[in-house]
Structures are given as structure tokens and as C-alpha cells.
């Protein structure tokens, strides 16, 4: 088949997922063209499969705002048109699903009918899609969708519950490739972040404020103050220098160690010990998913998508939102009984190979099938 892939190409959750989705189409031989503002950040090896189309986004000095959506909508008809695609699978719903709604309009003008899939992610539903600014879009453009799809059953139910959808919404979960995300000795990594064999936790984010990434400063100060121990804050976002003040106003600078956006994240992930992620709203949690592939253990919050991922005394621990003492009491518990870590870690690669890579992807093929045809 030859899709097209629209996504954000930052290091946002959804982009990942959509970036991981084109390879792993690519590998099976599928023709796969990236159409996105600038190259995504997973996308960093040749592939004779894989086509990535950059949205130029030409400026003017009438517009305050360039329109950006125009462009996107035009590069898709582009795209459709030169490259023969037979359909688009657009991630996130802002502005991804009326883009490709206005370029199916178009090319079909011209005489070529195209479907076009949305994947919700997230907050496109649950934060800014309810927004009453984009609500009306958003609605529109996921009923127009050929077929929708959610990365959670928890997300296809905020959707019911947040718009009037009239069409079913299929949970396809996401997924973790394995093969890269799995568990390596790496000593000397570990002895540079955690040379007195400290336990270390990890957080990963884009450090806004639904991450609640305070609780997770909050969670280490009780974990450090039971054992040596350190904290490795992976990413960068609004909040990332309140947190900084923060850790200097509870005398954790030492222990706590800011690395910024990372691309090798499997080698990060190999030398966990536990991975925190106290979310106000989780769709699905990708980064706890690729955490558990790597044996890491998993502390959360039970917000949205998350108990649907890890699961409750068997990859990990969930504790009600803003808990914070909870979590730490369930960190400080795993970190102290080596037989309890091991089982977790166990439990948590287990778990993640049901979301094996091999077990998603042909559900997309399957639903590119259907609409094809
Ligand atoms: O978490 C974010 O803020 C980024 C966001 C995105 O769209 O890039 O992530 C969302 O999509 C991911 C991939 O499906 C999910 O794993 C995240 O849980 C989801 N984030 C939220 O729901 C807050």
C-alpha cells in the first residue's frame, strides 16, 4: 500500500507512535510518505521505503499567523495526487483530521477518492480538542474520518463522552518495538549517573503541567530520604525551571540529574530502576510502555489509559492522582525488597510484550485493507 503519515515531528508521544507505525509499515515492504513540518525525530536512517514530504509554510508580512493548515492541506493533495497514495493516516486531531478532510475534498474534484484514518491521542480530545475554540472542528472532522482510532479504551470514551461522535472508534493500542527497547548491562552509564550503586528513577516528559512532574520531585525526596538514591528527569518543557527552583529549594541538586531532550531513550531506560510518571491525564502512557520493555517497573497515577498499561502490583504500582505518599510508599517497597523488584520487572516486560510491535501493526494493515477495498 503507499500511506501517507501525517503527525507532529517533535518528540510528543503521538509523533513517536506515528513515526515507529511508517517504519515498521516500511520494513513490510508498504510505501510510506511522511508529510510533516519538519523531519520526525524517530525518522533518522535512510529507508528506501520511507518518503518524507516537508510542509513549506510560506510567510507574508499581512499574516500574524501563516497559515499553516493551508499549506498542510496542500502538500496532502500534493502528495495524493503524485505519489498515487491510497490513503492518509493522520495522528492527533488538531488540525491533522480537517487538513486531511479539505484535501480529500479537493483531490476528489479531480476525480480521486482517498479515506483518511484519524488516530486520537490524547490530549486532542481530552485537553485542547474540548477547548470550545476547536470543539466544532474537531467534531466535524473526526465524523468525516473514513474510520477513527484510539490508542486506549479509556480515550475512545472521553471521546463519546466529550463530543457527539456518530461513528464507532477502534481501539488500536499503541505499541513498543522490542527489539530496541529491551534490557542492556550498561555499566559504565550507570556507574556515571549512580556511582555509589544508587537506585535510580526516571521520569520522561515534554514537562507540562498535566505530567505533574512536581509530584515526581516530591515521590524522590520521600525515596531519598529512605536510601541513596538518584533522579534522572529525561526531556524538556514550560516546566522544567520551576523544577529546577524546586530542586533547589529542597537541596536535591545533587541527586537530581537534568539530561534534556534524549534520542537514545533505550539506553536511558536500561539503567532504571523504576519509572515515575504521576500524569493528571494519560491516554495511554508510550513512555511507561517503553519503560516496562525495558524491565523497569512502573509507578503512576491511575488517571485515564494508565491502569490499561500497568497494571496495579504486577508491572508496577497506580495510585489516585496527586497521591504522592502513596506512590512513594510503593517506590520505597520495590526498591527495598529485591524479590519484589524482580517479580515487578518480570511482570513488566510481560506485559509489554502484548503490546509487541508485531502484535499492532497488522491491525493497521487490516484497517487499511478494509478501507481500501
Ligand atoms: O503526553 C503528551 O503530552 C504528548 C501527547 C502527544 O500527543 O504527543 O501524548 C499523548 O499521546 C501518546 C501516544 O499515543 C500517549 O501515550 C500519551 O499518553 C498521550 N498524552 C496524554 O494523553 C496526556
Known amino acids: 500500500m503507499r500511506i501517507g503519515i501525517v503527525c507532529y515531528p517533535t518528540y510528543g508521544g503521538s509523533g513517536v507512535l506515528a513515526t515507529e507505525l511508517g517504519k515498521a509499515l516500511a520494513d513490510k515492504g508498504h510505501m510510506v510518505h511522511f508529510i510533516t513540518y519538519q523531519q520526525p525525530v524517530r525518522l533518522n536512517a535512510f529507508h528506501a521505503n520511507i518518503y518524507y514530504h516537508e510542509v513549506q509554510v510560506p510567510t507574508y508580512p499581512l499574516f ?79 465524523n468525516e474520518s473514513n474510520a477513527i482510532t484510539a490508542v486506549s479504551n479509556n480515550l475512545r470514551e472521553e471521546t463519546f463522552k466529550s463530543f457527539p461522535i456518530d461513528k464507532d472508534i477502534e481501539v488500536i493500542y499503541n505499541f513498543v518495538d522490542t527489539a530496541r527497547f529491551k534490557r542492556r548491562e550498561l555499566p559504565h552509564f550507570r556507574q556515571a549517573i549512580a556511582p555509589n550503586g544508587e537506585k535510580i528513577l526516571l521520569h520522561v516528559s515534554n514537562f507540562r503541567k498535566v505530567k505533574r512532574v512536581p509530584d515526581v520531585v516530591k515521590i524522590f525526596k520521600q525515596v531519598r530520604e529512605k536510601m541513596p538514591a538518584k533522579l534522572l528527569l529525561v526531556g524538556d518543557g514550560p516546566d522544567r525551571p520551576m523544577i529546577e527552583c524546586m530542586c533547589r529549594e529542597m537541596n536535591l541538586c545533587d541527586d537530581v540529574r537534568f539530561v534534556g ?21 494519560e491516554s495511554f502512557g508510550l513512555a511507561a510502555l ?32 496527586g497521591d504522592v505518599d502513596r506512590m512513594a510508599a510503593h517506590a520505597i517497597e520495590a526498591l527495598q525488597n ?20 508485531d502484535n499492532i501493526i497488522p491491525q493497521y494493515e487490516k484497517l487499511y485493507e478494509k478501507l481500501i477495498s
Open 64 to 142: 500574524d499567523f501563516p497559515p499553516y493548515e493551508s499549506a498542510l492541506s496542500s502538500t496532502m493533495v500534493d502528495v495524493i495526487l503524485n505519489q498515487q497514495l491510497d490513503l492518509l493516516h493522520v495522528h492527533y486531531a488538531i488540525p491533522h483530521a480537517s487538513t486531511a478532510y479539505m484535501a480529500q475534498q479537493i483531490v476528489a474534484k479531480q476525480g480521486r477518492q482517498i479515506p483518511f484514518i484519524t488516530t486520537l491521542h490524547g490530549t486532542d480530545i481530552t485537553l485542547v480538542g474540548k477547548d470550545k475554540t476547536y470543539a466544532p472542528v474537531v467534531t466535524f472532522s473526526i
Open 290 to 321: 517503553e519503560a516496562m520493555a525495558s524491565e523497569v517497573p512502573v509507578i503512576s497515577s491511575n488517571a485515564g489509559g494508565l491502569p490499561e498499561v500497568n497494571i496495579h502490583g504486577q508491572t508496577g504500582y497506580t495510585a489516585a492522582v
Open 338 to 357: 529485591e524479590d519484589l523488584l524482580t517479580r515487578l520487572r518480570k511482570g513488566a516486560l510481560e506485559q509489554a510484550l502484548r503490546f509487541h510491535i
Open 261 to 281: 531532550k534524549q534520542e537514545q531513550l533505550e539506553d536511558v531506560m536500561s539503567i532504571a530502576d523504576l519509572f515515575i510518571l504521576p500524569s493528571d491525564y
